[in-house]
């Protein structure tokens, strides 16, 4: 079964909005972590932000905020402002439990900003 | 820059070839990662490593092995390669586990196998 779904193969989104990828979850693990990871093109992996299952308060990085619903399990990336430099993939991710660190990773989300 | 390294950036080979990717962690991680990325699997993770020792491992072909050296680089070997091995290789390490949460990854590999 999918850990990870990201349902949005592709966003476009104006200059300066706010724009929300949806990442829904799948684990029976109590313990586990979500992550975002922007690519842009030139192919890297950028870390954006991280949520911890037992954490209370919703991650925040700059323009990055991470919306966590655990009883729905879905933690979804909300980019404010967003500009020409965020048209990028983003993946979700979760690490699952405390034996290893392996991430399992969604589809990704094609976000595209229009000037 | 994340501090992870890796080379090459970009390798092309033939098929039954056997290739090698080098990985080097950020300073003081212990931890490294394999991952493929390729157009019809998406991100999938291959193996860990841990301070030289395995630590997990995913959906990693037999043809393919990795190693962690003392001085903590690692290196990842594909076998007898076929075209669907063609993808973006990534290596990633984090700190020492349990502290750390973020796996910083290198610009990855490019193979492709002709």
């Known amino acids: 079964a999918q850990k990870i779904t990201q349902t949005q193969p592709g966003m476009f989104v104006q200059e300066k909005e706010a724009v929300t990828l949806d990442c829904t979850y799948d684990?029976?693990?109590?313990?586990?972590?979500l992550f975002w990871y922007k690519q842009p093109s030139s192919g890297e992996m950028i870390f954006l932000i991280y949520?911890?299952?037992?954490?209370?308060q919703n991650a925040t990085e700059g323009r990055y905020s991470l919306n966590f619903q655990k009883a729905r399990k879905s933690a979804n990336l909300v980019i404010s402002a967003s500009q020409l430099g965020d048209s990028a993939m983003y993946f979700c991710?979760?690490?699952?439990?405390?034996?290893?660190?392996?991430?399992?990773f969604g589809a990704g989300t094609t976000v595209t900003v229009r000037a | 820059d994340s501090g992870v390294t890796q080379t090459p950036k970009h390798l092309i080979t033939a098929t039954g070839q056997r290739v090698t990717l080098r990985c080097s962690p950020r300073?003081?991680?212990?931890?490294v990662y394999w991952y493929q990325q390729s157009l019809d699997q998406g991100l999938q993770f291959l193996i860990q490593?841990?301070?030289?020792?395995?630590?997990a491992k995913g959906n990693i072909l037999e043809r393919f092995s990795a190693q962690q050296f003392p001085d903590l680089h690692s290196e990842l070997n594909l076998s007898s390669l076929e075209l669907g091995d063609s993808a973006l290789y990534f290596c990633?390490?984090?700190?020492?586990?349990?502290?750390?949460?973020?796996?910083?990854f290198g610009p990855g590999t490019r193979l492709t196998v002709l």
């Open positions: 990633a390490s984090s700190f020492r586990e349990g502290l750390v949460h973020e796996q910083f």
């Open positions: 991710a979760m690490r699952e439990g405390q034996g290893d660190y392996k991430l399992s």
């Open positions: 300073s003081g991680d212990l931890s």
């Open positions: 949520q911890g299952s037992y954490d209370q």
């Open positions: 684990t029976s693990d109590p313990s586990y972590g």
């Open positions: 490593y841990y301070n030289g020792e395995e630590r």
